[in-house]
């Protein structure tokens, strides 16, 4: 965000997982002076045009009605969190963002930030290296010639095999302009005490509907439980609260 506003960007466009979206908001509010927010939720969403900020997870990119609606605009930087998402090549969320017509070349600036740019094996980096710094693997940006490099290619009982790892310290180096590693007995000693962080949730249907139930509860109610008299319904309604919060609680 702070790069964002050091670069003066009139729209900006974040693409990331969906349990992190309401964050992503919160903290341009936090961090900056961006306030025509707006978070794409469904694929029946319409994006106003005076969006200052558009926040999308992979998983909506992919549907054309959306996809069509951001390349509508021009975007100054685009933003792709968690980008290991975009591991594979024939996955439709990395052809909707970093293939040809994918929505991040409606962008100025295309960074890409994750704490796992790596998950497996150096196969995964390919696509994102290919697509926004395709001059680190030069002259190996055609896959074939990637894969023979860095992936130990060779051809397998059951086809070409790309499974594998190989010149792995020639990859360490070429990636060395951008990315950190970090070994947990180098920094341990630096880390702060544990901290305490609120994860906002989306508000589901479900979410929406136990709290409802709750708004209903009468004022005798309420006092009744306040005062350890009662606790039945608003026990009932507590517990299909945090069922309904799981599904999001268990991706995060």
Request: glycine letters at 4%; a positive charge.
């Amino acid at each position: 965000i702070s790069a964002a506003k050091a670069v003066n960007a009139k729209r900006i466009l974040v693409l990331c997982p969906a349990t992190i979206k309401i964050n992503w908001m919160r903290e341009f509010v936090a961090w900056s002076d961006y306030r025509n927010i707006f978070i794409v939720s469904t694929s029946k969403d319409i994006i106003p045009e005076n969006t200052q900020v558009v926040i999308c997870n992979y998983d909506l990119v992919i549907k054309k009605s959306i996809k069509e609606q951001i390349l509508r605009f021009k975007y100054d930087v685009g933003i792709m969190d968690e980008c290991h998402y975009l591991q594979s090549t024939e996955s439709q969320r990395t052809k909707s963002v970093l293939a040809r017509g994918g929505v991040i070349w409606a962008c100025d600036y295309k960074w890409g930030a994750t704490g796992t740019p790596m998950p497996n094996r150096p196969k995964n980096l390919y696509p994102i290296l290919r697509s926004l710094a395709p001059y680190v693997i030069a002259p190996y940006t055609d896959y074939m010639d990637y894969a023979y490099r860095f992936c130990a290619g060779h051809m397998g009982a059951f086809g070409f095999d790309d499974t594998g790892c190989s010149h792995a310290e020639e990859l360490g180096e070429r990636l060395k302009p951008f990315m950190l590693r970090r070994l947990k007995e180098e920094v341990l000693a630096q880390l702060p005490e544990k901290t305490i962080q609120y994860i906002y949730l989306e508000r589901t249907k479900e979410i929406q509907r136990v709290m409802d139930l709750e708004a209903q509860l009468s004022e005798e109610e309420i006092n009744s439980i306040l005062e350890f008299r009662a606790l039945g319904s608003f026990a009932k309604i507590r517990n299909e609260l945090a069922q309904a919060k799981l599904p999001q609680c268990i991706k995060i």
